[in-house]
């Protein structure tokens, strides 16, 4: 496999290596980022958001992941944005997840107001204090057009601000960019990425639901590799 | 006085009269902005921040303000952020706070990292949210160039930004933005703003400090103006 991540240019802005606040959500993408950065001699630290989500047991995969590689963690407390960001499924209460895949109507219940630039102006606040040179997260090809944050000129708009908003630069690395999910499960196999501490499913549940957007395109991610996913689903626990 | 607000388009974008959430500091700035927009007709929301700040008592100040014009007001709570935020003299408790004029060296360790980006960002995320169309905040031509996210080209880019975050283009609105606080004084005057309920001190004792960079330019505006400033400070105590 080639080197999807240098190519990107992580690390061609040399002041040394740079320092990097990863935004550490625990999912495949950006479980595999860290391992990744990781991998490159990055000095890092984690970063993952509680805003109220029913799936905030994707925290805890954030914290164990981070002490794989002894990476220091903080998760941010945002319960109290809840209620400002209450119409959609994933923080809000009053609706259920939907089953299916990211294409269908119904899933745009799941976009959560504004989610990635709340996230990316903390990380990038912190990256500030810390006086590190960038903030990493895992956007990818196959993001989705349901999600208007995800868009690449939404992507390009926040790399100008993150520019501006002190004297010195802070720097927005999206390395998994050109890669579809399937790739990047691919890359954190070879990384040795441990996929069982991962969180993927929008259900909070004690298994994953196997049936939400999110569930399937972890699936199909795998099973495009010919890669076994380590994590239970609820329908395995069903036929068992 | 001329129409500042209007000259600078905050009614020009109609889809009848724009729905607005206001950055509401409770400072003099914000509580003139709410009045303005108040009395041009807008359905208002306000939106203040706790991010541990010393003075946080300008968030009661909001409150009061909102509350005299019949607004709804929120206060989010951001104090999770203050270890991630630390090196400064507002929210870390490590440094005290300078006293003199914006202008003096000691004066940046004000700067909250990225604290314009991260208020912003959750502004945008409320307002698409409640399905409203901008978002206002009290920047001013007078903001000083120690605070980098007080920059125009740092507004720009946000209000790109803000354009792309969702499938509905939330705006950004800074009517201030060519006046200098004394302007926003006069404003405020003719528009009944009641001065004594702002807060302005970076200190957040009992009185204003009188001393520190944001109550200098407060007495600085008043007094341009040939206004009385109602709020007592400390130094009047002590002479008293």
């Known amino acids: 496999m080639g080197d999807p991540v240098g190519s990107r240019g992580v690390v061609s802005r040399r002041r040394g290596?740079?320092?990097?606040?990863?935004?550490?959500s625990?999912?495949?993408?950006?479980a595999t980022l860290l391992y990744d950065l990781h991998h490159r001699g990055h000095p890092l630290k984690c970063l993952s958001f509680d805003y109220g989500q029913r799936h905030r047991r994707e925290i805890e995969s954030a914290r164990k992941l981070a002490e794989s590689?002894?990476?220091?963690?903080?998760?941010?407390?945002?319960?109290?944005?809840a209620p400002l960001l209450a119409h959609n499924s994933l923080s809000g209460r009053n609706c259920e997840i939907p089953e299916g895949h990211y294409a269908e109507e119904s899933m745009k219940q799941t976009v959560v107001p504004n989610r990635n630039m709340i996230m990316l102006?903390?990380?990038?606040g912190w990256a500030i204090d810390l006086e590190f040179d960038a903030v990493a997260y895992g956007a990818h090809g196959g993001d989705h057009a349901i999600y208007p944050d995800c868009r690449p000129a939404f992507?390009?708009?926040m790399s100008t601000v993150a520019g501006l908003c002190d004297w010195r630069s802070i720097a927005l690395r999206r390395p998994f960019i050109d890669l579809d999910k399937g790739q990047i499960?691919?890359?954190?196999y070879e990384l040795g990425v441990p996929f069982e501490l991962t969180w993927t499913c929008y259900n909070g549940r004690q298994r994953h639901c196997g049936k939400c957007?999110?569930?399937?395109?972890?699936?199909?991610a795998f099973a495009t590799q010919g890669l076994c996913?380590?994590?239970?689903?609820e329908e395995e626990a069903v036929e068992g």
Do not use: N, Q, W
Not at 69 to 81: K, N, P, R
Not at 229 to 233: C, G, I, L, Q, S
């Open 17 to 24: 290596v740079e320092k990097i606040v990863v935004v550490l």
């Open 26 to 30: 625990g999912g495949v993408d950006s």
């Open 69 to 81: 590689v002894e990476c220091a963690h903080v998760a941010v407390d945002l319960t109290s944005l």
């Open 121 to 124: 102006s903390i990380a990038i």
């Open 155 to 157: 992507a390009d708009a």
């Open 185 to 188: 499960v691919r890359r954190g």
């Open 213 to 220: 957007g999110a569930c399937h395109e972890r699936k199909e």
């Open 229 to 233: 996913d380590p994590v239970p689903y």
